[in-house]
């Protein structure tokens, strides 16, 4: 579903409940799971949302995390999945909250780059 917000597309991601259970049945989810969780990129379960408030940025990552792709990519593709599913991202950022987000989101990049060598270790 799509769906505008003062000028901003974003998607909203709903997931069955049989897609969630595949996912949450997934090992790769549930690891990504609480470093995304651990993350909470908009402080939202610092504020007492549900534990599954990121559930569908965690499934996002996932996808991106099996294509392989680079941290710079990662990095990019995670911006454009915040906007356009939770309203908020660069765009809308002055220049100073966008080089904390932007530090933000490289950070959580390199630790999923350190958890991906993890894994790769234990094949």
Same mark, same amino acid.
């Given at each position: 579903m799509k769906a505008q917000k003062q000028g901003v597309?974003?998607?909203?991601?709903?997931? =069955?409940? !049989?897609? !969630?259970? %595949? @996912? !949450?049945q997934s090992g790769l989810f549930r690891r990504l799971k609480a470093i995304v969780d651990d993350w909470d990129p908009l402080g939202l *379960?610092? *504020? &007492?949302?549900?534990?599954?408030?990121?559930?569908?940025l965690t499934v996002h990552i996932v996808e991106l995390y099996e294509r +392989? *792709?680079?941290?710079?990519?990662?990095?990019?593709? *995670?911006e454009q999945c915040m906007e356009e599913h939770f $309203?908020? $991202?660069p765009s809308i950022m002055g220049p100073e %909250?966008? +080089?904390?987000? %932007?530090? &933000?989101?490289? =950070?959580?990049? !390199?630790?999923?780059? @350190?958890? %991906?060598?993890?894994?790769a270790e234990n094949q």
């Amino acid at each position: 579903m799509k769906a505008q917000k003062q000028g901003v597309l974003f998607i909203i991601i709903h997931l =069955s409940e !049989k897609d !969630k259970h %595949r @996912w !949450k049945q997934s090992g790769l989810f549930r690891r990504l799971k609480a470093i995304v969780d651990d993350w909470d990129p908009l402080g939202l *379960l610092a *504020l &007492g949302a549900p534990n599954d408030e990121y559930d569908c940025l965690t499934v996002h990552i996932v996808e991106l995390y099996e294509r +392989q *792709l680079d941290m710079p990519e990662m990095a990019e593709r *995670l911006e454009q999945c915040m906007e356009e599913h939770f $309203g908020i $991202g660069p765009s809308i950022m002055g220049p100073e %909250r966008l +080089q904390l987000w %932007r530090e &933000g989101t490289a =950070s959580f990049c !390199k630790r999923l780059e @350190w958890e %991906r060598e993890m894994l790769a270790e234990n094949q």
